[in-house]
């Protein structure tokens, strides 16, 4: 045995033996969230609830839907008709009896043609060929209506789960990890469009055939109906026990895909730090301990499904070995005739199908109805900054840029930690503020409220004396041109990356904002240009250049407020200069922000803020701050003392 089918069988016991004991005591469940760190109190929907909900998902597809019922109603009463006419065959034909009229009248006509057994014959043949090509065709349509719509719904989930996603809190988005956010998107949002076929289609398909077929046995003898239908409850209640159980198992083993995904994503996302700490195989043995645990639940979780059509399908033959008992008694004493009998034995025989069908489909939708309830768990969570009743949009022309920050204090959520605490201060219009401090301070959260990435627990900033809140947040983000500390780019051209700052930019526009950035140097030297791929996250180019990228970016946005958060940490003095000199160019009008490590490039800035431990120590220009021997003067000494 390897470590990793020990371990995944001891991990695979417990969760038996907890399911187990949900199961047995029945208590409210806790479910897992679609995070793994948070679990939610909310009790996993009823099966009345979810299909609810899916039905209202449905409704723009209404037509589709009524046209695909409507010709599988067709073609699945017209199936039925085959039994029928065997019937006859037997009956009529084979004795030398003539058809009934209303079958001869079927068939335009036939009236006048000799009614020989052969003749007769060929008739009933016929019927049989038109009925089974016409329910074929119209069956085709059903279905092509229903895949359509499958597609559709598929595509629309989709889109909501990203959409909704993409637009959850900030610290919600980092703990719905890329793998798990895939995992959820594709395949629960993806998934949930096959219940179309799964818990309408099939099922209404099965339920106009056992209605059908039922119909026609109360036809031949009312006690074959009741014989029948005596069935169902029991079916019914061996159904809803299991079922009570299955669903929730989709659920785990959909959350571990889940939690697997994410984990091989971010191996992959880190292979550097695993490679340059060896972990390569430690990583894999968690990967295939993850996955070990899931096989199990699968097989487990497959022992209860196939649990499940056993005993129906045992049930069938039991039951329908009885009926045939009392029919053919009936056949003996005359009651009915064999023809009855042989028509009643085919319809036996399509009642299996559908009820197979309802037994399959209820068993397959429960693992699609578990990826409705994640992803209705994803939707559901609120989304980001709602924007307040009466928010106004503001256009870039009205702003003339001063900032207020007013007794700003912020905690980060899941942090008792508060990270800012009584901050204040004012930005005039198109001044440049560095924030300083040191590592840990609090200049980027300061910066992530300016950038209304987060709201401020406590106090308010204020654009040209309005609280940003009450601006839409899209309208108020179209202001700014940030650049992080953590560069981000996208795997792309470089064209791509920096035009990212402003829809349809022009070439010029871009190359223009690569001068700016001190970027066009390198861009030129490229193998490619502009058209250079630089793969997932720039991998391609070293952190300068990265860094370069990304402040072109921002220049490209035009923005009325720069963000620049240790923008040229990367830089070499030479390049430095070389980009401050475009730096100063572009924050002429616009109030910036700039977070700088080396304090030699603000020196000039309108305003200085030292931030220690969350707090404000110190404001003024350079020249008022060197004179009082606070922070910022022992900082400057410290640097200047380094550098000789
Ligand atoms: N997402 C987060 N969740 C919880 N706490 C956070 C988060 N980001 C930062 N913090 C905490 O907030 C405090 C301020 O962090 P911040 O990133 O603002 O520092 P900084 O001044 O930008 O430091 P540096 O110069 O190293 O970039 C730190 O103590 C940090 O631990
Ligand atoms: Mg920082």
Redesign the pocket.
């Known amino acids: 045995m390897t470590p990793h089918t020990r371990s995944s069988k001891l991990k695979f016991r417990k969760y038996q033996e907890d399911s187990k004991k949900k199961a047995r005591t029945r208590r409210t469940q806790k479910i897992l969230a679609w995070h793994s760190q948070e679990r939610s109190t909310q009790r996993t929907r009823s099966f009345g609830e979810l299909f609810r909900i899916f039905l209202g998902r449905l409704a723009p597809y209404r037509s589709s839907m009524i046209l695909a019922l409507g010709t599988l109603t067709i073609a699945t009463i017209l199936a039925l008709i085959p039994p029928v006419v065997t019937k006859f065959a037997v009956d009529q034909v084979f004795n030398g009896e003539p058809l009934p009229e209303a079958v001869i009248r079927l068939v335009p006509g036939s009236r006048d043609i000799p009614k020989t057994p052969v003749d007769q014959l060929l008739i009933l043949v016929g019927i049989v060929v038109v009925v089974s090509v016409l329910s074929t065709l119209l069956g085709i349509t059903g279905r092509w209506k229903a895949t359509q719509t499958v597609k559709r719904l598929q595509s629309s989930m989709r889109h909501e789960a990203f959409d909704h996603a993409s637009r959850l809190p900030l610290?919600k988005v980092q703990e719905l990890t890329s793998g798990g956010a895939t995992s959820l998107i594709r395949e629960d949002a993806g998934g949930v469009a096959d219940l179309v076929f799964a818990m309408i289609y099939n099922p209404w398909r099965a339920i106009i055939q056992l209605l059908g077929s039922l119909a026609v046995l109360a036809f031949v003898d009312w006690r074959l109906l009741v014989g029948a239908v005596a069935l169902f409850p029991l079916i019914w209640y061996t159904h809803r026990t299991w079922i009570g159980r299955i669903r929730p198992m989709y659920r785990d083993i959909r959350l571990q895909r889940q939690e697997i995904d994410s984990h091989a994503t971010e191996s992959f996302g880190g292979m550097r730090v695993v490679r340059g700490f060896a972990r390569s195989r430690s990583e894999s043995s968690r990967y295939v301990t993850g996955n070990h645990v899931m096989l199990r639940k699968e097989i487990y979780v497959w022992w209860w499904a196939r649990g499940v059509e056993l005993a129906w399908s045992l049930l069938l033959p039991m039951a329908s070995a009885a009926l045939l008992w009392f029919g053919g008694k009936q056949v003996i004493d005359g009651t009915i005739t064999t023809g009855d009998l042989v028509m009643f034995l085919a319809y036996l025989a399509m009642l299996f199908g559908p009820i197979e069908t309802l037994a399959n489909s209820a068993t397959m939708f429960q693992t699609n109805l578990a990826g409705l309830d994640r992803v209705l768990d994803l939707v559901e969570e609120p989304r980001e900054m709602p924007d307040v009743e009466g928010a106004r949009e503001i256009a870039s022309s009205q702003v003339e840029g001063r900032m207020t920050l007013e007794n700003l204090g912020f905690n980060?959520p899941d942090?008792d930690m508060p990270?800012l605490e009584g901050i204040s201060f004012e930005v005039e219009p198109g001044s440049l503020v560095a924030l300083v401090?040191r590592?840990?301070?609090?200049?980027?959260?300061c910066c992530n409220l300016v950038a209304r990435f987060y709201d401020p627990t406590e106090g308010r900033i204020l654009l040209d004396g309005r609280d940003i809140r009450d601006l839409t947040l899209d309208s108020y983000r179209r202001l700014l041109g940030i650049v992080e500390?953590d560069v981000f780019l996208f795997d792309g051209t470089v064209r791509s990356n920096i035009g990212y700052g402003r829809r349809g930019a022009t070439d010029a526009q871009i190359i223009h904002a690569a001068e700016l950035a001190a970027a066009d140097d390198f861009i030129e030297a490229l193998p490619d240009g502009l058209d250079t791929v630089i793969g997932e996250r720039g991998f391609k180019l070293s952190g300068g250049q990265r860094q370069r990228l990304a402040i072109a970016r921002a220049i490209l946005a035009d923005p009325r407020i720069l963000i620049l958060d240790e923008a040229t940490s990367n830089l070499d003095t030479e390049s430095e200069k070389k980009i401050q000199q475009g730096l100063t160019e572009l924050m002429r009008g616009r109030t910036s922000f700039v977070i700088a490590h080396r304090l030699s490039t603000i020196m000039h800035a309108d305003l200085i803020v030292v931030l220690g431990e969350g707090r404000v120590l110190e404001t003024g220009r350079h020249e008022e701050l060197m004179q009082s021997s606070g922070a910022y003067r022992r900082m400057v000494v410290l640097q200047s003392e380094n550098k000789e």
């Open positions: 610290h980060y942090s990270a401090g590592s840990g301070a609090g200049k980027t959260t500390q």
